[in-house]
C-alpha cells in the first residue's frame, strides 16, 4: 500500500511546481543567444596514415580519406574533422617534424586532393581543422637549415646556446635539462659550434618566440592557408608548459586569424601541455579559444573509478 502510494504522490507533486511556476507572473526568463557551431559540434579526431589506404602503399592517404569519410562523418553526426599533420616532413615523428608548412607530404597526397576532400566534407556541413604543429620544425625545414648557416634573418629562428665549457674537446651543454623523452635537451651543432634547444626530438628543434622575425614568419603561414582556405579552422601544438610568452603568442595567432572570420568565426583548438592554473588562463581569453584540457585524462586514475562505481544508486533489491 506504501508503495501504491508513493508512485501516485509523485506526478501529483510535479503538477504543483508547475502549476506554481506557470501562474507566477514576474519571472524574466532570460532569451537563449544563439550558440555558435563549434560550441555544439561533435569533433572527430582523425589519424590519416590508419584511416584508410587509397594506392595499396600501407599508408592512408588524402584520396582514402576522400572515399569513405564524409560519408562516414555525416552517419556519426560530426560537425568537424581534426587531421593530425599532414605537411610535409621526413616523418622522424609521423609528421610532428614539419619541414614545409606550405605544402602537404606527398606520402598523402597533394593541395588537390585536400581541396577535393574539403569541398566533399563541407557539402555535408563538416569543418576541416588542421593539425599545426608550431612549437618546433623539422632540422630538415628550410628555417633551420639557413639558421644552421648563420644566415641573417635565420641565424636567431631557433634557440642557440654556446657550450658553458669543454670536458676535453667534447662541448658541455648550457644545463641538465631533458626532453619528453629523458634525454638532453641540447644537441650540439658543429657548424655553429653551438647547441640548439629541442624539447622532442633532435631531429625537432624549438622554434625561437623571442624573435620577431621568427613570430612574423609564422604569422604569415596562417595567412597563407587562411587565403587558400577561409574556412579553414586549426589546432595549434605549442609546448612551453607554464610560460605567459607562450599566451601572447597565441594571442598573436588569434588577430591575425579574427582577420579571416568571414564567412563564419575562426576556432583555434590549443593543444597546450601546462599545469592546471595554466590551463584555465586559456579559457578566460575570449571566444573561439577552445584548450584541449589533458587533465580530464591524465589526472583520473583507477581509485576515480572505484569511488564512482562506490556511489552508484543500486537497484532496489
Not at 604543429?133 to 644552421?148: A, D, G, Y
Not at 603561414?221 to 601544438?237: E, G, H, I, N
Request: aromatic fraction near 14%; include cysteine; glycine fraction near 6%.
Amino acid at each position: 500500500m506504501d508503495t501504491k502510494l508513493s508512485v501516485l504522490f509523485v506526478p501529483v507533486l510535479l503538477g504543483c511546481i508547475h502549476l506554481s511556476v506557470g501562474f507566477k507572473e514576474d519571472v524574466d526568463v532570460p532569451i537563449q543567444e544563439p550558440l555558435e557551431w563549434w560550441q555544439t559540434s561533435v569533433f572527430y579526431h582523425l589519424y590519416p596514415r590508419s584511416f584508410k589506404d587509397s594506392n595499396g602503399d600501407g599508408v592512408g592517404d588524402l584520396k582514402g580519406m576522400i572515399e569513405k569519410l564524409p560519408e562516414h562523418l555525416h552517419d556519426l553526426g560530426v560537425g568537424a574533422v581534426w587531421i593530425s599533420p599532414i605537411f610535409k616532413s621526413p616523418m622522424a615523428d609521423f609528421g610532428y617534424d614539419i619541414s614545409d608548412y606550405l605544402s602537404f607530404e606527398p606520402l598523402f597526397g597533394d593541395l588537390k586532393d585536400f581541396e577535393t576532400l574539403k569541398e566533399r566534407l563541407h557539402a555535408l556541413g563538416i569543418k576541416i581543422l588542421l593539425d599545426f604543429v608550431p612549437n618546433h620544425t623539422s632540422n630538415q625545414h628550410e628555417w633551420f637549415k639557413k639558421s644552421l648557416a648563420n644566415i641573417p634573418p635565420y641565424s636567431d629562428y631557433y634557440i642557440w646556446k654556446d657550450p658553458i665549457g669543454y670536458n676535453g674537446t667534447k662541448p658541455i651543454p648550457p644545463n641538465n635539462w631533458e626532453t619528453e623523452f629523458k634525454e638532453t635537451v641540447w644537441t650540439f651543432a658543429p657548424e655553429r659550434n653551438q647547441f640548439y634547444f629541442h624539447h622532442f626530438l633532435r631531429e625537432q628543434p624549438d622554434l625561437n618566440y623571442n624573435n620577431p622575425h621568427t613570430r612574423e614568419a609564422m604569422k604569415n603561414v596562417l595567412r597563407f592557408w587562411l587565403d587558400k582556405c577561409p574556412s579553414l579552422m586549426l589546432l595549434f601544438q605549442t609546448y612551453g608548459r607554464d610560460r605567459p610568452e607562450s599566451l601572447e603568442v597565441i594571442k598573436e595567432w588569434r588577430g591575425v586569424m579574427d582577420q579571416y572570420n568571414k564567412p563564419e568565426p575562426k576556432v583555434i583548438l590549443l593543444e597546450a601541455y601546462a599545469s592546471l592554473t595554466y590551463t584555465m588562463t586559456y579559457y578566460d581569453q575570449g571566444e573561439n579559444l577552445m584548450p584541449v584540457n589533458f587533465f580530464l585524462v591524465t589526472n583520473l586514475n583507477t581509485n576515480h573509478s572505484q569511488r564512482c562505481l562506490t556511489y552508484i544508486p543500486m537497484s532496489p533489491g
